[in-house]
């Protein structure tokens, strides 16, 4: 079946620690997204690619950083992560980014940071 | 400002019974589409539903549908014949235009609990 896919499902890193989430697509989808989503509250979009093109929202964090080395795959770097970054990380893709285009998402990975 | 509100931050229903989850809006775009995701503890967001806002005709899926009223900005959810399995978080959303590019943007969600 066409997902989305995103490695690992829980990952644990220390204060300061660089790490690395990793999301995979096979829908063949243009655009794909990262959005930070801590414990009760909406998912917040941090950036998405459309294909190559960056496009980072402007309250996003120097700390996060995204890398689309081609289209199936997207990581998202945290070059030193804080204990306010404990969140759960999603990752979405969609077609194009226009008003009709659905937003499919993967499972997410639960980020904890000691 | 483009935003979405769900007034209830938890909700719960019976079995078998029927539910609405409340949804409303802000855009003064005329062209957009309102999406209804769904995330079970622990899993992942899923597309439960999307109403197209030049449609008048109210979506449905399965036991699923919404009753969208534009000139009011609202958009519930209506769940019928509640199974257990639909105990998640409800997300109500849309795209907006910000910055020369769409974005899709969440409400706060409502977490629905189905009691046996």
């Known amino acids: 079946d066409a997902m989305v896919i995103q490695n690992p499902r829980y990952q644990v890193t220390q204060f300061g620690k660089p790490v690395t989430l990793s999301c995979s697509q096979t829908?063949?989808?243009?655009?794909m997204y990262w959005y930070q989503q801590k414990s009760s509250q909406a998912p917040k979009l941090l950036f998405h690619?459309?294909?190559?093109?960056?496009?980072n929202e402007a309250d996003t964090p120097d700390n996060f950083q995204s890398r689309r080395p081609n289209t199936s795959f997207c990581f998202l770097d945290i070059r030193s992560p804080g204990l306010g970054d404990a969140a759960m990380y999603l990752c979405?893709?969609?077609?194009?980014?226009?008003?009709?285009?659905?937003?499919?998402f993967g499972p997410g990975t639960r980020l904890t940071v000691l | 400002a483009q935003t979405v509100t769900q007034s209830q931050p938890e909700m719960s229903v019976q079995e078998a019974e029927t539910v609405t989850l409340s949804c409303t809006y802000d855009?003064?775009?005329?062209?957009?589409?309102l999406f209804w995701y769904k995330q079970p503890p622990s899993r992942q967001m899923i597309l439960v539903i999307r109403?197209?806002?030049?449609?008048?005709q109210n979506a449905t899926e399965n036991r699923f549908s919404v009753n969208f009223q534009k000139a009011a900005k609202s958009f519930s959810l209506k769940i019928s014949d509640s199974q257990l399995g639909d105990t998640a978080m409800y997300f109500c959303?849309?795209?907006?235009?910000?910055?020369?590019?769409?974005?899709?943007?969440f409400g706060k969600g409502t977490k629905l609990t189905v009691n046996p």
């Open positions: 979405a893709t969609s077609r194009g980014t226009g008003y009709t285009d659905t937003q499919y």
């Open positions: 690619y459309y294909d190559k093109d960056f496009n």
């Open positions: 855009t003064s775009e005329n062209n957009y589409y």
């Open positions: 829908l063949n989808h243009n655009v």
């Open positions: 109403q197209e806002a030049y449609k008048q």
């Open positions: 959303a849309f795209i907006i235009t910000q910055g020369g590019s769409e974005k899709l943007v």
